[in-house]
T-cell receptor, first 112, second 117 residues
Framework: KQEVTQIPAALSVPEGENLVLNCSFTDSAIYNLQWFRQDPGKGLTSLLLIQSSQREQTSGRLNASLDKSSGRSTLYIAASQPGDSATYLCAVDTGANSKLTFGKGITLSVRP | EAGVTQFPSHSVIEKGQTVTLRCDPISGHDNLYWYRRVMGKEIKFLLHFVKESKQDESGMPNNRFLAERTGGTYSTLKVQPAELEDSGVYFC???????????????FGEGSRLTVL
């Protein structure tokens, strides 16, 4: 059974800092991994999707990496801004009909 | 292009009552998913439609939950009768692609918050 862990549950950093959010999963047989952002009371916004054959994906100040063999992914946020404050969720698709297994998320607060 | 839309955004009902949640996927997306997040837990899969057919309903908690997708367009999720533990946020997601035919990226709605008193 796939399990996804995101630690810590919350993180507070000063504006401008580069930061890394971690995600680990127990079963390395995945189809893809997605990082989502959720603002309070809002839905999930897809940030990056990494296919199992890829090592990383980049979008603007965001970079996500994937190491299947070790069951880890990281989301790197460069030059953090207060607008980056949100909950970041990691989810893996184990290849069964795009049925995602989610972590509990990391709530990020970027202080001005 | 409109995203995934869900209605209502928030519903407050008493235990034993019935609630129906609706999801309109992105136009042209054959795949529609329901997920749920209960307080303090991670988001969990409920079921998956491909067009009007249920592809996987292994995540449905029990037979008080009924999902339909008539005509392969919008979907409804009915909870009858509602129990206290059904409280949470119900998310709908859709995707255009399916196994081997794309990235499998899911697009989520803003969710329907259900509070059962």
């Amino acid at each position: 059974k796939q399990e996804v862990t995101q630690i810590p549950a919350a993180l507070s950093v000063p504006e401008g800092e580069n930061l890394v959010l971690n995600c680990s999963f127990t079963d390395s047989a995945i189809y893809n991994l997605q990082w989502f952002r959720q603002d309070p009371g809002k839905g999930l916004t897809s940030l990056l999707l990494i296919q199992s054959s890829q090592r990383e994906q980049t979008s603007g100040r965001l970079n996500a990496s994937l190491d299947k063999s070790s069951g880890r992914s990281t989301l790197y946020i460069a030059a953090s801004q207060p607008g980056d404050s949100a909950t970041y969720l990691c989810a893996v698709d184990t290849g069964a009909n795009s049925k995602l297994t989610f972590g509990k998320g990391i709530t990020l607060s970027v202080r001005p | 292009e409109a995203g995934v839309t869900q209605f209502p955004s928030h519903s407050v009902i008493e235990k034993g009552q019935t609630v129906t949640l609706r999801c309109d996927p992105i136009s042209g997306h054959d795949n529609l998913y329901w997920y749920r997040r209960v307080m303090g837990k991670e988001i969990k899969f409920l079921l998956h439609f491909v067009k009007e057919s249920k592809q996987d309903e292994s995540g449905m908690p029990n037979n008080r939950f009924l999902a339909e997708r008539t005509g392969g367009t919008y979907s409804t999720l009915k909870v009858q009768p509602a129990e206290l533990e059904d409280s949470g946020v119900y998310f709908c997601a859709s995707s255009q692609d399916f196994r081997g035919m794309g990235t499998g990226e899911l697009f989520f709605g803003e969710g329907s918050r259900l509070t059962v008193l």
